[in-house]
């Protein structure tokens, strides 16, 4: 339905009511008059400031438009009030099956956010404007996703969501509904597919794992053969190396030790 249909009922107003209409009106406000105070309770209502009254005389809607927030006044009889919630309210979106770009089938629900910003429109021109907009999302969810593979759906849900809301966006308008923002809450992926997911990242750390080893292997030789280098040039060193193993040898276990004379005395005694 064209958004500017209800504008168009709009204009016709309270001027193109016929003479019926005259004679109906006239008669209400005469039963209004005469059933005073009592009929105070049907000709007013108390708008609330996150509400909007819209009010249909004879079936036509209120040149004025939406009413509220405070108090409205309507001819029992002859005028009918709606009342719309402006409030923004969020809904979920049940789990759909889709079908994605790779051949990979996956359960994704989301969450919309939307409010009505045209409390007319969204009496006039659509007949439940919240319900309308939860099917509209569900089946704008199927047809985005289904053109994104499944690396795409578990990466890029950000772009995703602002896609459908733009979407979501622009074919609520003609109802007078905002749709404020979408998210997308969970991608369940099939068992099958999450075991083998599971698998491939479990082998993917452990060939980090040793590659991680193998390099360490690989610098402890390094460092080996450079510390054998240097007690190969230095004796003493190698003497003091020796030492300190058997201190460490005698702190863990209660052993007796022999301690060799140095290479350097004997060479001494021989000598003699």
């Known amino acids: 339905m064209d958004s500017n249909n209800c504008a168009n009922e709009q204009t016709l107003g309270d001027g193109e009511i016929g003479c019926c209409g005259y004679i109906l009106m006239f008669f209400s406000t005469i039963l209004f008059l005469a059933t005073l105070p009592f009929s105070l309770c049907a000709a007013i209502h108390i708008v609330p400031d996150y509400e ?25 009889c002859a005028d009918q009030f709606h009342s719309v919630d402006l409030r923004i309210k969020s809904y979920d979106i049940p789990p759909q099956e889709i079908l994605s770009k790779d051949s990979v089938t996956v359960a994704v629900d989301a969450v919309i956010y939307c409010y009505v910003f045209d409390p007319v429109m969204s009496v006039c021109n659509i007949q439940d404007a919240f319900g309308s907009t939860r099917l509209l999302a569900a089946t704008t969810l199927r047809t985005v996703l289904g053109t994104k593979n499944m690396t795409e759906m578990l990466a890029d849900r950000d772009t995703i969501s602002k896609e459908m809301q733009q979407i979501l966006d622009e074919s609520t308008d003609p109802w007078g509904i905002k749709v404020e923002r979408v998210e997308i809450k969970d991608v369940r992926l099939p068992h099958q597919l999450q075991r083998a997911m599971a698998a491939e990242a479990e082998a993917s750390r452990e060939a980090s794992a040793k590659v991680l080893a193998a390099k360490g292997e690989q610098r402890a030789s390094a460092a080996l053969k450079e510390a054998a280098m240097v007690m190969s040039d230095c004796p003493a060193a190698l003497q003091l190396r020796y030492l300190q193993t058997l201190n460490s040898i005698a702190a863990e276990k209660n052993s007796t030790i022999i301690f060799p004379l140095p290479m350097e005395i004997m060479k001494g005694l021989s000598n003699h």
């Open 52 to 76: 909007r009254g819209v009010v249909f005389r004879l079936g036509r809607a209120k040149r004025d438009g939406a009413r509220g927030p405070g108090i409205v006044f309507i001819l029992p």
